[in-house]
């Protein structure tokens, strides 16, 4: 495999969940996201050398992919296509469980201590580097993954304990 190759399936191992992800936010839609992907993909292959020469391949490469998903939006064929009938009303059980899944998520939350809290909520939901927390947090890596890890332990253990409670 050519250098130039080598370079390129490394970037795309390490981005390619990141760009799916941004795709699907741009289009809605998973398997759309995907073909969005795969097309801005195959031009950043195509214009690699450049773009190795000019720096920063993942904003380009974000940049492709929001593109892509804009001009698949205005082609014909990729439209998307209604199937089955739209309900007439919402179903509020539903809507309700998601908003009692939230309230229970947050009640676990509340149930950790202030820097396990902030170690949970920077790395998973802010979805920030352990590096990222310990510099915001002011403590080291380690700490910001003990503290994490033991934070997630804690919430399973709460929402376990709150679900129990239910089913009794």
């Known amino acids: 495999m050519a250098e130039r190759d080598r370079e390129f399936v490394e970037f795309v191992e390490g981005a390619s ?3 799916r992800r941004t795709a699907f936010l741009v289009v809605g839609d998973r398997h759309r996201a995907d073909d ?4 801005a993909l195959y031009k950043l292959y195509l214009a690699w050398p450049k773009v190795r020469r000019v720096g920063n391949p993942l904003a380009y490469a974000r940049r492709m992919v929001v593109n892509a998903a804009h001009d698949g939006g205005r082609r014909p064929w990729r439209r998307e296509v209604a199937i089955g009938d739209v309900p007439d009303r ?11 899944d939230r309230d229970e998520v947050l009640e676990a939350l509340r149930s950790l201590g202030p820097r396990q809290r902030a170690c949970v909520v920077l790395r998973y939901y802010e979805d920030l580097s352990v590096e990222q927390t310990a510099e915001i947090l002011g403590c080291t890596a380690g700490t910001v993954k003990s503290q994490a890890a033991r934070g997630l332990d804690t919430l399973r253990r709460a929402i376990d ?6 089913a009794l």
């Not at 919402?90 to 009692?100: L, T």
């Not at 304990?161 to 239910?166: E, H, K, N, Y």
């Open 90 to 100: 919402v179903d509020r059980e539903d809507f309700a469980a998601g908003y009692a």
């Open 17 to 19: 969940a990141s760009l």
């Open 36 to 39: 969005v992907v795969q097309d």
């Open 161 to 166: 304990r709150r679900r129990t409670s239910r």
